[in-house]
């Protein structure tokens, strides 16, 4: 089945409809479900697109309008050809517009890898537009830095290896994209999560002109920015006499947050993720699956979705 297709398929379903939003200067696509008020904002990681959501925005949209973007470079989004257009400051004016888009005044912010990371930088420089967090997977970037080990570089290597130009890209596409064959079923605790067919579909996002450098672009402009804490788009620290670091005060983060985390992942150990409520002067929620990998909400559908149904209809 071709994304097409698959987005034709999914057109026949009347509660998903796609469309275009002008924000930021540039265009950006996004799947959309339900309807109201209670506007919720579905933020993707790498390689993935607004297809990555398919099991949450039909559940979710029974009591929200829940949107999920292509986020810039990804699928039918615009792919700006400069490495510095993707930078987590810009990626969070996209977020901000794309809320106001909607005349929403607020959001509730849902992010899985890359997602996640520009859902804690939004909710960290623009906590007024943000009614709640919800992140798998990734932690704030103050507590990756805290707790970065040499496991932890060692799982990372392929965020190195994304530096070099070019070179990334041959290997991620040759062999037909062998790459996602291998990271949609070889790196999944829960076999099955992905078909034959969704990696064609996720294979067919990558394969947009521009589409795949504008993807590892999210790892030229900020990697070595977020390891130093030089961006301005989220959480940073200080350093006590004792040595111990902590988020200093005007960059805590202020909305209600909920952290899911597939302890099976293959790219972020569990102690990369420890000690996230002490960023937070806000309720928090942390949700572990012990038997889900780094793609959860494929992995978990149901214990996603019933956390999220939950944590979005609290008061």
């Known amino acids: 089945m071709t994304l097409r297709e698959e987005s034709q398929k999914m057109d026949s379903e009347p509660a998903i409809s796609h469309h275009y939003a002008d924000v930021n200067g540039i265009r950006l696509h996004y799947a959309e ?6 506007l919720v904002i579905l933020l993707h990681g790498f390689p993935e697109f607004w297809y990555s959501w398919r099991h949450q925005l039909t559940a979710l949209g029974k009591t929200h309008r829940v949107v999920a973007l292509d ?11 400069r490495v510095e257009d993707y930078r987590i400051e810009v990626l969070v004016e996209d977020v901000v517009g794309f809320i106001k888009n909607f005349g929403a005044r607020k959001a509730a912010i849902v992010g899985h890898d890359w997602g996640a990371g520009v859902a804690w930088a939004v909710a960290q420089k623009y906590p007024e537009r943000v009614s709640r967090l919800a992140v ?35 290997a991620i596409s040759r062999k037909d994209f062998a790459g996602l064959d291998q ?52 959480i940073s620290t200080t350093v006590s006499p004792s040595g111990e670091t902590a988020p200093r005060r005007d960059s805590r983060i202020r909305v209600p947050t909920l952290f899911i985390f ?13 000690g996230i409520a002490k960023y937070l002067d806000a309720p928090y929620r942390e949700v572990r699956i012990a038997d889900s990998g780094h793609w959860v909400q494929n992995e978990a559908v149901a214990e996603v979705n019933e956390a999220l149904i939950d944590f979005l209809s609290s008061q």
């Not at 479900?33 to 209670?38: E, H, K, T, V």
């Not at 597939?262 to 420890?274: C, K, M, N, S």
């Open 33 to 38: 479900c339900g309807s109201g008020d209670n």
């Open 71 to 81: 986020m810039r470079g990804y699928n039918l989004s615009d792919k700006p050809a």
């Open 136 to 170: 798998m997977q990734v932690p704030p970037a103050a507590a990756w830095r805290a707790n970065l080990t040499l496991r932890q570089l060692l799982r990372s290597w392929y965020m190195f290896f994304f530096q070099l130009p070019r070179i990334p890209e041959w």
């Open 262 to 274: 597939g302890e099976q992942d293959f790219a972020i150990l569990p102690e990369t993720v420890r």
């Open 183 to 234: 990271v949609f079923k070889e790196r999944v605790t829960r076999t099955g999560s992905f078909t034959d067919a969704d990696i064609e579909i996720y294979k067919q996002a990558l394969r947009q002109p521009g589409a795949l450098s504008a993807a590892v672009n999210y790892y030229r402009a900020n990697l070595f920015r977020l390891m130093r804490g030089s961006h301005t788009g989220g």
